[in-house]
């Protein structure tokens, strides 16, 4: 298995000891954590595709609502950290897009800027 970093403690993408992200998730009150879609490529081997599970896990259980989608065989995605132009590929095909348009559409609809 490819090495994955580990992010460091206090980095918004690390999960605190109750196994909620730090400074992502607020229950309720007057700015509530928005809805949200947590995407993960299967071959990440940046950020182990766990971390988006535990995510939408702890956004779930705070009463978010949130949609978790997997890209089967995908990587990071990222050409900062990959340098690899074939690394975004996967995310750019008409499927994903199509996913992403539909999740904003329905999360989006009937609201005004």
Do not use: C, K
Not at 8 to 15: A, E
């Amino acid at each position: 298995m490819p090495h994955r970093r580990r992010l460091r403690p206090g980095h918004p993408g690390v999960l605190d000891a109750a196994g909620q992200p730090a400074h992502a998730v607020r229950r309720g009150g007057r700015r509530p954590t928005p809805t949200r879609s947590p995407w993960h490529g299967t071959a990440d081997t940046i950020i182990s595709p766990s971390q988006t599970l535990l995510l939408h896990t702890a956004l779930r259980a705070a009463g978010v609502d949130s949609t978790r989608y997997l890209l089967a065989g995908a990587n990071h995605g990222d050409l900062v950290f990959l340098g690899d132009v074939t690394a975004g590929l996967p995310w750019t095909t008409r499927e994903v897009l199509d996913r992403a348009v539909a999740f904003l559409s329905s999360h989006l609809a009937g609201r005004s800027s």
